[in-house]
C-alpha cells in the first residue's frame, strides 16, 4: 500500500530493546485509560427537556437548563474538523482541492494538539477539578477528544488510501511504493539517494554510550531495529526524515512520486552498513507548543519571545502517531522515553503528517484545480482612463467597503498604505501586524515611509501564535529603518485589524482609517473571506488615534466616540445590543457572522433573546458551544457553518430589523476576544455599505452547497442542496459584475 513504512524483518529479533522495568506514561501520573468515566458524551439532554409545571408564555432562566445547554468546545473544533475532511471526501471537488483540504485538516489538528490537547493535559498533571462550561471533567475532555479524533485519523486514512491516491493515479500523478518500482525506477532513486539524500541524514542508536535522541516536535521520523549478525546485540536507533527535502520524491520528469521515508527506508544498509536491519516504522511526536509568558516579569518582551520559542522545540510531548502496524517493542521504548501512555498514541494506516500535500497542492495542473478566481478592484477605487487612482480623494468622497478575496486586496488595503508611503503629505502612518506575508509588502512600506522622514509607528503583536519567529524578523526590520515599533500591552494580545493615516491637506490635518476582520497579509487575502472598511469619519480618525497612542504610550483608555474596542467595551456592548432586541420580544432580530461562539454569558443572553421571541441566525464556522432548537431555551436560534474554497474570517453582527445596525471587526465571541485581547469593531452606518453587508449575509445563510446546521443533539448535518446557492461563487459573480459596469462607465466617459 502506497505510504506504508511499516516493516517487520530482517535478523534483528534476539533480545530485548527495552531496559527492565521499562513502563509506559509519564512518572507518577496514572493513565488517563485507567480512570472510570464520570461523563459520558451526549448524555444529560434530559435536563433540557421543558419544565412541564411552569406557566405557558413564561421564561425559564437559561441558568436552570444545567451545564447541558452548552456543547464542548474541543469536540465542536474536531466537528469542524469533520467538516473539512467532508469537502476532503467529495468527489465534485477537483482531485488537487481535496488534497488541500486533508492538508488543511492535517495541520489543523496539529495545532489543535499542540494547543488545545497540551492545555488539557497540563490541567490534568496539575490535577485541577475544575469542570467546563458543559459540566466535563478535564479527564472526561480527554477521553471523548481521543475517541473522536481517533475517528478522524481513520477515516482522513482511508480518503488518502481509498479515494486520493487511486484518483490522482487515474489523473496521472502515481504516488507509488518503492517495492512497486521497476529496476530501471529503483536504480534511479537509488541515485537520488545518493546524491541528495544520505549526505543529509544522521543515524542516531540508542546504547549506554548514546542516550535516547531529542525529538523535535512535529519531525518526522523512522524508529529502525538493528542488529549485529556477529554478536547479535540489538539496538533501536532513530533516522529523522529531513524536513528541508521534498516530501515526495519525483522520479525523473514524471509524475510518479515516492514518499521520502520509503526511499530512506529502503537504503537504510548504508546508513548501518554490515548490519541488518529489522524492524523500521515512522513515527511523529507532538509537543505543547503555548508560549508560558511571565510579561509582568520580563524586561523585554521580543528577548521573552526568543526565550519560550527555544523552550517550545522542548515542549512536554502530548501524542504520538506511529504507522498502524507498528512493533509492540518498539512502541514500547517510544512510549517509555518520551513519557507518553498508551492514550496518548494515534495509529494511521496512511502516510504521518498529510499536511505535506501541500506539496501536492502545487503541481501545475489547472484541469485539477478550481478555475483561478482574478480579484477585481473595487468601483470606488479603479481609475477612470489612464489617471492614476488618488485614493485619498476616494475616500474623502465617502466610506469604501471591500470583501477579500473578492475585491484585490493589492488594489485596495495594499495601495492605501503604499500610496500612503509615497505620499509628500502624508504626515504619519500608525498600523497593527498581527500576521503578515513573507514578501512583507506592508513591512516595506512602513520602512519606505520612516526613511522618507514620516512618523511611524507599528504595533507588532509578538505573541501571534505560530508566527512570533516570523514577527520578531519583521520587528527588527522595521526598527532598522526607523520605525518606531512596539509590541503591545501586558497581558493582552493585540489583534485589532487598524492602520491610521495622518495627512496634511488644504483645509488642515485629516486623517484617513482601515478597519477590518483580517490580518494585513497579502497570502491569506487570496483564499481567506474578510471584510474591510476605508474611511475619513472624524470620530473613526479620533478613536483611532486614542487607542494608538494607547498602545504605544501610557494612558488609560478612554472611552471611544465610534469604535468599540477590547477588553474595555467590547463584553458590556454585546450584552447591551443583545439585550435590546431581547427587549423588542418578536420584532427584534440578531445575525452574527463570527469564527467561534464559546463565551458562557453571551450564550445565555441569545438564549434568553430567544426565549423571548428573537430571531437569532448565527453563522459561526468553527467552534460553537451554543445548543440551537432546544424547545424552550434556544427554539428561534439556528446555527450553521459555511465551509468551502475560501476560509470564511470575516465577522459581522447586525442587530435590529427595521433599521438594523452593522459593525465588523476583529473580534469573535470568544473569552479570549472579549477579556485578553485589544479588538475593534467599527460600525458601518452608510446605506450602500450596509446594504453589501446584508448581501453577504443573506447569501450565506441561503448557502446549500457547502453549509451544516447545527440540531439540538449537538450534531452538525449538511444542508440539503435544494437551490443550489454557494455563497463564494455567488459572491465572485458579483464582484465580477460589479467590475463589468465600472468598465462600462470608463469607457462611456
Known sequence: MPGSVGR???????????????????????????????????????????????????????????PERFLNRELSWLDFASRVLDLAGEPATPLLERAKFLAIWSTGTDEFFQVRVAGLKDQHAAGLRQRSPDGR??????????SRATGLVERASRMYLDALVPALAAAGIGIVHHDELDEPGREELAAIFDRDIFPVLTPLA??????????????????????????????????????????????????????????????????FPEMSVGAVHAFRVTRNADL?????????????????????????????????????????????????????????????????????????????????????TQPRLAPLGDEPVDLFARIRERDILVQHP??????????????????PDVLAIKQTLYRTSGDARFVSALARAAEAGKQVAALVELKARFDEQRNIVWARQLEQAGVHVVYGVVGLKTHSKTALVVRREEDGIRRYCHVGTGNYNSDTARVYEDI???????DIGADLTDLFNHLTGFSRATR????????????????????????????????????????PEVIDALYLASQKGVQVDLVVRGVCSLRPGVEGLSDRVSVRSVVGRYLEHSRIYRFGAEAPRFYIGSADLMERNLDRRIEA??????????????????????????????????????????????????????????SRRRRGAERAV
Do not use: M
Request: with cysteine.
Open 8 to 66: 517487520v524483518g530482517g535478523d534483528a529479533t534476539s533480545g530485548s530493546l527495552a531496559p527492565a522495568g521499562a513502563r509506559r506514561g509519564a512518572p507518577g501520573q496514572a493513565s488517563l485509560l485507567e480512570v472510570p468515566v464520570e461523563h459520558e458524551e451526549g448524555g444529560g439532554l434530559a435536563a433540557l427537556a421543558p419544565d412541564a409545571g411552569r406557566p405557558e408564555g413564561s421564561v425559564r432562566p437559561p441558568s436552570t437548563f444545567g
Open 137 to 146: 471533567t478535564v479527564g472526561e475532555q480527554l477521553r471523548a477528544v481521543r
Open 206 to 271: 540508542v546504547d549506554p554510550g548514546h542516550p535516547f535522541p531529542y525529538i523535535s516536535n512535529l519531525s518526522l521520523n523512522l524508529a529502525v531495529v538493528v542488529a549485529d549478525p556477529v554478536t547479535s546485540e540489538r539496538r533501536f536507533a532513530r533516522v529523522k526524515v529531513p524536513p528541508l527535502l521534498p516530501r515526495f520524491v519525483r522520479l525523473g520528469e514524471s509524475d510518479r512520486l515516492v514518499l521520502l521515508e520509503e526511499v530512506i527506508a529502503a537504503h537504510l544498509d548504508q546508513l
Open 292 to 376: 508560558e509568558l511571565d510579561e509582568d516579569e520580563a524586561d523585554d518582551l521580543l528577548e521573552a519571545v526568543e526565550v519560550e520559542l527555544r523552550r517550545r522545540r522542548f515542549g512536554r510531548a502530548v501524542r504520538l502517531e506511529v504507522d498502524e502496524h507498528i512493533d509492540p517493542e518498539v512502541l514500547e521504548i517510544l512510549l517509555l522515553e518520551l513519557e507518553l501512555g498508551p492514550e496518548d498514541v494515534y495509529r494511521s494506516p496512511a502516510p504521518l503528517d498529510l499536511g505535506q500535500l501541500w506539496q501536492l497542492v502545487a503541481i501545475d495542473r489547472p484541469d485539477l484545480h478550481e478555475p483561478p478566481f482574478i480579484p477585481t
Open 406 to 423: 473578492y475585491d484585490s486586496f493589492a488594489t485596495s488595503v495594499e495601495a492605501f498604505v503604499s500610496q500612503a508611503a509615497a505620499d
Open 532 to 538: 474591510g472598511v476605508l474611511t475619513a469619519d472624524e
Open 560 to 599: 471611544s466616540r465610534a469604535l468599540v474596542l477590547a477588553p474595555e467595551r467590547l463584553r458590556p456592548w454585546v450584552l447591551e445590543e443583545i439585550a435590546a432586541e431581547t427587549a423588542a420580544g418578536p420584532k427584534g432580530r440578531i445575525t452574527i457572522k463570527v469564527n467561534g461562539l464559546t463565551d
Open 681 to 738: 469593531l467599527l460600525p458601518v452606518r452608510d446605506p450602500e455599505l450596509c446594504a453589501r453587508l446584508e448581501e453577504v449575509l443573506a447569501l450565506v445563510l441561503a448557502d446549500d452547497t457547502h453549509a451544516w446546521e447545527l440540531d439540538a443533539s449537538g450534531s452538525w448535518r449538511r444542508v440539503p442542496a435544494t437551490r443550489g446557492v454557494n455563497a463564494q461563487v455567488a459572491l465572485q459573480e458579483i464582484a465580477l459584475e460589479r
